[in-house]
């Protein structure tokens, strides 16, 4: 009965049944049966039906039993992943984890259990609990490394060097990027897995303010992503555009969207990058937030660009109001702020903090509501010469003292 089943042809309620009733272990009927999970999987993610899917990795149980257990691991990591496929679902997928978790433990899957466990981890991260995802990596990585199972400690390392990046422990997140590399050096890493330590190196080289090493990487991921047709491959060319924009390279960026890799993700999110770029070029700060305005979701929207880009906005203003105030010796702050078309609060809060970090010389009248620019004065060689010859005269006095006492000895 089983052979005779085509499960691309039955209806949702057939599926149902077909995968819930009790069937025979031999490889012919499992295998047809298994492609019936994964119809029944697509069909309740397109129906957006979380719940049916979570309840079927408990009804299917009995028939887990039937089968090898790498084949069991391959069905529930498939069944969570279609749960992940529809929105809204973070919590029931931590449920379910944990759920799954306990199971595994019950029946000693231990595979299985890291596996699910390292996802759980994963979504305690994108739900911002650190803490529990900090502390069940860290109970992970001291089970694996006993195992040595590369594969998954590369995957565990990887996803610590993100959690301490979230938490913008950058040291701690680049010796975590450190120890991935280490364990994928001794073993064959899949293309994906690859692209993403090439990612997270771009990231914190980006947050390093080494945008040239960023990119480098960002362009080595995007390839690997493009070539496997991952959606990813658009958030990368994106990191790409962002660090030759802080590379002071904006005029590049046209000619990385003209190209024949980058006109496969033509859209609003490169459409976004390919604003900021013109931004920046003209030194526009209206132009730069009406991008970030009209591109909010694919700008702000994303916490790597959205940090870099407020980095950028400050580097444009400074520059914008050094120009706007290089004419004047006194200066009302309201004029410099109607030029700009700020808040003259923000204005004023800008400029002191130009002048205490030595942008340029000036300070503020805030009784008269100006702002008073000194010209820089040129440094005088005289002194800097005369400290030189002191220090010259101190040692030569200090020698000769050094030997009328070696004199005075004998």
């Known amino acids: 009965l089983a052979m005779a089943f085509d499960p691309k042809t039955a209806d949702l309620g057939q599926l149902q049944a077909f995968v819930l009733a009790e ?18 999987s697509d069909r309740l993610v397109k129906a957006g039906d979380a719940k049916q899917l979570a309840g079927l990795l408990s009804q299917l149980r009995g028939f887990f039993n039937l089968i090898p257990k790498a084949k069991t691991a391959k069905i529930v990591r498939g069944i969570i992943d ?13 449920d379910v984890c944990k759920e799954q978790v306990e199971w595994a ?9 890291q596996r699910i466990e390292l996802r759980l981890a994963s979504l305690y991260l994108d739900s911002k609990n650190f803490q529990e995802a900090l502390v069940l990596i860290s109970s992970l990585l001291s089970e694996v490394k006993k195992l040595d199972d590369k594969l998954l400690l590369v995957d565990i390392h990887l996803l610590e060097s993100r959690a301490h990046h979230l938490l913008r422990n950058l040291a701690k997140s680049r010796a975590a990027l450190t120890s991935a590399r280490t364990a994928a050096n001794a073993i064959y890493v899949p293309l994906l897995l690859q692209a993403e330590i090439d990612c997270q ?58 190209s024949k890799a980058g006109l496969k993700y033509t859209g609003r999110g490169v459409d976004a990058m390919k604003a900021v770029a013109k931004a920046y070029q003209d030194r526009s ?36 109001l050094v120009r706007l105030i290089e004419p004047f010796s006194r200066v009302e ?30 300070t503020l009248d805030q009784g008269a509501g100006c ?10 060689g005289v002194y800097p010469v005369t400290l030189e010859v002191v220090e010259s005269m101190g040692r030569v006095v200090d020698t000769l003292f050094a030997r009328s006492q070696k004199l005075a000895a004998v």
Not at 105 to 113: C, I
Not at 342 to 347: A, D, G, N, R
């Open 333 to 362: 702050i309201s004029h410099v702020a109607s030029l700009i078309s700020l808040p003259v609060e923000k204005v004023e809060t800008k400029l002191s903090q130009m002048i205490l970090d030595k942008k340029f010389s000036g």
């Open 285 to 320: 700060l209206a132009a730069f937030q009406g991008a970030l305005s009209a591109y909010d979701a694919e700008l702000v929207g994303d916490p790597l660009i959205a940090t870099h880009l407020a980095s950028l906005y400050d580097t444009l203003l400074e520059q914008n």
């Open 105 to 113: 433990k019950t029946e000693k899957r231990t595979f299985l259990r």
């Open 201 to 258: 190196s771009g990231t914190l080289s980006a947050e390093e303010r080494d945008y040239k090493t960023g990119f480098s990487y960002f362009f080595e991921a995007f390839e690997q992503s493009s070539s496997l047709g991952e959606p990813k491959a658009l958030d990368l060319l994106k990191y790409m555009l962002l660090c030759k924009i802080m590379m002071n390279d904006a005029g590049d960026v046209p000619g990385i969207i003209s």
């Open 23 to 40: 069937g025979s272990s031999d490889a012919e009927a499992v295998k047809i049966k298994e492609n019936a999970i994964t119809e029944l």
């Open 371 to 380: 702002l008073e620019v000194f010209e820089v004065a040129a440094q005088d």
């Open 82 to 94: 279609s749960i992940a496929k529809i929105p809204g679902s973070t919590q029931l997928q931590v």
